[in-house]
Structure formats: structure tokens, C-alpha cells
């Protein structure tokens, strides 16, 4: 059960999600949002995902500021990223968001490169995106915004 | 003039936005997501904030992980945040974000206290969201995805 923080009339609800609803939340894919300690200090940027077995994957330029930004320097230690999707109804003041804690693992093998391939992740930003990276969960955590029906007194 | 990359028929056009443009943008205020380095590893939320005085407002829990995370222990000394706000037309496959990177200010004076009160900072969340951080920014960045229209050939 989701625990539950400040229940009320008409008040809004601030809801725990379980692993489970967050996977669920997160499983369409669509626009997820990066964040590392780049060379500037915290970054954030969008990118399009898809969930594919568990992981959350993403295309980017290879050897960029971003590829380069996400590797520890040592091999096999990946660098620590969180990914953050989210579903807001402004009108409503409802919406729920996910967090994805993990590491960033980039796709090197011939073997793993066909395998997220057929995942079908694109990037809007088109161009030589030929960079593929997995985040993968160390950590997932969610919560939920939500207003319920105010009650007549 | 903004930097233009791949531009094209048809073809996604990735633009690198001035800061004047992404105040611009930014400016309304609404919902943006907060990055920094907590006691998990690099975490990502969203707040409801408003742009104020030139810097990024938003109210949390005093006393909370998030208070404590953003406190560098130092006084004075002001610990390192990313803030990114974003708009996407998703079936046009278009959009623009906005990367606003500085120091996480704790509202602590009567007078700021007052100040920034008086700009209307909400949180859908709504509760004891007494403490207001700033995000005061040394770095803004932005870049926007367009698709020009196609040309017949």
C-alpha cells in the first residue's frame, strides 16, 4: 500500500508509489530527464527514452562533452546519474513523478548494440546520436500529486 | 544570433538558446526540476517555482532531507544545484529546456523572507512548505528542437 501523507478534503494528497507503479508509469517511454555532475556541476538535460529490460535507454554523440562527462575513467566503474520522468495536469495541480537512480552504462558490445537497437529508441534531435547508454536502476522511487473531490459540508 | 547545427529540409534543427531568450522563456514560472548531489547519489525533483529578482523560487520542508542535503555545512558557503525547465509539443517533435545551474540560497532573513513571499511561490503539494530555496544562477543555457517544414522536391 502506498503510504500516505496529508489526507483531507479537497487538500492535496502526496502519495509514496511502490517500485511496481513507477515501472508501470515509466514503461511507454517518451521524454525522461538526465541529471550528473558534469564538468560544469550538477546538469540536467532531456532526452527521449524507452524502458527495455529494466533499463532505461537514451542516444547521444559519442565522444562529447555528455559521453565523456559519464565515464568514471576507470573501466568497468560506471558513473553515477539519476533520470527523472514525470506527468503533470496543470489545470488539475495533479501529476506524478519518477526517479531512477542509478549508473550509466554506455552500450559497447556488438552483441548489446542489436539488442537496444530493436528497443527503437530515437532522439528528437536526430544527427549522429550513434551513442547508446543505459541507466540502470539501482534505486526507483515515485510519488504522486493528487487532489480528491472536495466533500459538500 | 543563436548557433544553428544540422539545419535542413525537413530535418530537426538543434538551436543553442541566449540567456536572454531563456529568461524569456522562463519567466512565467510553473513547473521546473531541481538536480543536485543528495545523500543517494545525483537525485531529480519537481517543484513548482517562480523566476523572482533574476533567480529561481521554490518552498520545500524545513528540517527535511532536501533542507539538509542542500546545505554545504559551511556558512556562507552555498552548495551546487541545477534547475531545468522545459516545454515539448510532442507530436511535433519540438521543444525547448532551459539548464540553470548555481548555488542553492536558503531564504533565512525576515526581509527576503518577506520579499519573497510577496512574488507568490505555491507548491501543488501544498503542507508546511515554509522554508523558500533560491536558485541563484552563474550559468543559463538552453537549446530548442524545431522541425522546419518540408520542402517539396
Redesign the interface.
Known sequence: MPET??PGNG??V?ERLEEAECLRLIAPG??G?L???SR???????VNYVLFEGTIVFRTVADSHTDEDLRTGIAHAEY?????I?E?D?PA???W?V?V?GSAHHVESDSERASVLAAGVES????ERDLFLRVVPT?ITGRR?SHPPRTLS
Open positions: 501523507t496529508q487538500q492535496p502526496l517518451g521524454i530527464r541529471a550528473f555532475s560544469y556541476g550538477p546538469t540536467i538535460f532531456p553515477k546519474v539519476a533520470f527523472e514525470d503533470f496543470k495541480r495533479e501529476g513523478s526517479l537512480q528528437w534531435a536526430g544527427g534505486r500529486i
